[in-house]
């Protein structure tokens, strides 16, 4: 069964930096797209940034300047380098990943299950 599991989260003082990583297990040919969203308390989820297989990024606007994707393509791994942290950057951060192939066969979008980030002094 593919999954996606992330990890990396915590809490973090203000300013400060988080590394965030997401692995996709099973039996895995390809993921086109890797993701981060994000949900506040109280908040609908956000989108914060994605990569391509072949490396094309985008960000919010929030993130610009502040975050970094990346992914590994051999290992199925996406990862989110945090920094300048807020406490308004305080939410659970979910991975998703999409245009999946899997033994030859095309898997609908897949989620993991979060992990807290906390920014406070």
């Known amino acids: 069964q593919v999954q996606l599991v992330e990890s990396g989260g915590g809490l973090v003082q203000p300013g400060g930096s988080l590394r965030l990583s997401c692995a996709a297990s099973?039996?895995?040919?390809?993921?086109?797209?890797m993701a981060w969203f994000r949900q506040a308390p109280g908040k609908r989820r956000e989108w914060v940034a994605q990569i391509s297989s072949d490396g094309w990024t985008s960000y919010a606007d929030y993130a610009k300047g502040r975050f970094t994707i990346s992914r590994d393509n051999a290992k199925n791994t996406v990862q989110l380098q945090m920094s300048s942290l807020k406490p308004e950057d305080t939410a659970v951060y979910f991975c998703k990943a999409w245009g999946i192939r899997s033994e030859s066969k095309s898997l609908p979008d897949l989620w993991g299950q979060g992990t807290q980030v906390t920014v406070s002094s």
């Open positions: 099973g039996s895995i040919s390809w993921i086109s797209y």
